[in-house]
């Protein structure tokens, strides 16, 4: 933790220093300076500024935050976060968009106001705002560096985040010297995009504005960074499961360094304890809870869920299955109709009391990846009877996963292929309860599946959901339970063993 104290002249150098080196020192030590009040710090405090230093040294291009409101984000990444960067590199420029005009312009008002202070002035000389800037939407540094504030849905024209590469570093790979210092590695920034809170929370569950943001990141907002390597920082409340943030880690995995901290934590001991008790104490966040859990779990717990409801209650696991008189090993196949749908095979043992499942392959790659992936999965877990869904080329998919295991000396697997004529929407809805009663996941089934753990556990009750394919699937097992099912007792217990 930083103590807060008041540094007398002799002492300029070292704090100077201080800030320059730690985003959250310079936080606490410039809003003590504007407001004349300590900035009360928190352990999240630490984690965020922890990453924005990361950013600074160029060690993170694509950071998500999600945080609830009013523990601070703003001040850190967005007010200190761009005073700080400018004081580094006073040429940086920086992007900063919200949900409304004032918000982003206010955000930018303060920063302008910040480095024209005679105490930011005097520890950071270099940093001088053109006499013409007098625009909180747009204003300049004499070294041609800035700040852009507008709306997550208004326009930016004539203005770039960041600094263009050199030619040398856009075709070569710059190695970051290790014996350089965290300020002078940070010397080297060039300014950032960042966006928060791009939708108002009264504005959430609109499907029309969420993909309004959401597509115009992609066809404007990312394009305008004036390199690669130009970060964008999103912070942001968590307001619907396809809110920008959803939607980014859903068709961007692994991009995104993600920092999410819910409000209520749990301990070294496992209990649950309030992530800032200065702003909520535990039992207030329960209370919160109580009254709203719906608003509770997307901004404070930052686990969206519909508002309509989800449809699949808890589902049943299992850590070691129980014996039984009777086991099938089957699987079950959705193929993929469209580009943005996802094979789903899953691999499970039917018994008298449930279905037991053994593994799944979800994605979507394309066919010539996912059939060889089958066929090897079909045969490692020496499933007896396989049944794909021949829609829109289940067919030739079931034909080549078929033959690709005879390669692989498979020939025990019984490929049943079929084609589904009823309505996938109503099958899903009328089954959802079967589907909960009879199906056994494996108990870390979150961590070894979690893009399907995360599509199947956020299926919404009413209304339109993105991904269908693996509640298909699962419904699809529990309507063929009891079919295909080996009837010579001596082949079904050589298939299972």
């Not at 059939?371 to 869904?389: F, G, M, N």
């Not at 809805?429 to 494996?442: C, K």
Request: charged residues 25%.
């Amino acid at each position: 933790m930083i103590e807060e104290v008041e540094f007398d002249p002799a002492k300029e150098r070292v704090a100077k220093f201080a800030c320059l080196d730690s985003t959250l020192f310079f936080t606490a030590y410039f809003f003590k300076k504007q407001y004349n009040r300590k900035f009360v710090i928190g352990k999240h405090h630490e984690l965020i500024t922890q990453k924005l230093d990361a950013v600074l040294r160029g060690e993170i291009t694509r950071l998500i935050i999600n945080i609830g409101p009013r523990y601070g984000k703003t001040e850190l990444a967005v007010k200190s976060f761009i005073a700080n960067g400018l004081a580094l590199n006073p040429a940086s420029k920086y992007i900063h968009l919200s949900y409304s005009d004032d918000l982003a312009l206010d955000n930018s008002e303060t920063v302008r106001d910040l480095v024209q202070q005679d105490f930011y002035k005097k520890m950071f000389p270099q940093v001088q705002i053109k006499k013409e800037s007098n625009s909180k939407k747009k204003w300049y540094t004499t070294a041609g560096g800035g700040v852009y504030a507008t709306a997550a849905a208004g326009q930016v024209t004539g203005f770039g985040a960041g600094i263009v590469d050199d030619e040398e570093q856009e075709n070569n790979e710059v190695e970051i010297d290790n014996f350089l210092t965290d300020i002078e590695q940070k010397q080297g920034f060039g300014g950032a995009l960042i966006i928060d809170d791009p939708t108002k929370p009264v504005d959430a569950d609109s499907e029309t504005i969420r993909e309004r943001v959401n597509q115009r990141f992609d066809s404007t907002i990312s394009n305008r960074v004036n390199s690669r390597n130009t970060p964008i920082i999103i912070i942001m409340q968590r307001l619907h499961e396809w809110d920008l943030c959803g939607y980014l880690m859903e068709n961007e995995p692994g991009v995104w360094d993600v920092l999410s901290l819910p409000a209520i934590q749990e301990d070294e001991h496992g209990n649950e304890v309030a992530l800032w008790p200065f702003k909520h104490t535990l039992e207030e966040l329960k209370a919160m809870n109580s009254r709203n859990p719906l608003v509770f779990g997307r901004q404070y717990m930052q686990n969206p869920q519909p508002k309509e409801g989800l449809l699949y209650s808890t589902f049943k696991t299992y850590t070691v299955a129980p014996a039984t008189k009777r086991k099938t090993r089957k699987a079950y196949i959705d193929t993929a109709d469209t580009g943005s749908d996802y094979l789903c095979s899953i691999v499970y043992d039917e018994t008298e009391i449930g279905l037991y499942v053994v593994d799944i392959l979800y994605t979507q790659a394309p066919m010539e990846t996912t059939e060889p992936e089958t066929a090897t999965q079909l045969t490692k877990h020496k499933v007896s009877v396989a049944r794909i869904e021949s829609n829109n080329g289940g067919r030739g998919f079931a034909r080549n996963v078929e033959s690709q295991m005879r390669i692989l000396k498979n020939h025990g697997t019984r490929v049943s292929w079929f084609h589904q004529s009823d309505s996938k929407e109503v099958r899903i809805f009328t089954r959802s309860a079967e589907v909960t009663n009879m199906i056994y996941m494996p108990a870390n089934w979150d961590k070894l599946w979690p893009t399907f753990y995360k599509h199947v556990t956020s299926y919404a009750a009413t209304g339109k959901n993105a991904h269908d394919d693996a509640q298909d699937t699962l419904t699809g097992m529990v309507e063929h339970i009891g079919k295909n099912m080996p009837t010579d007792p001596a082949v079904l217990q050589m298939l299972i063993r």
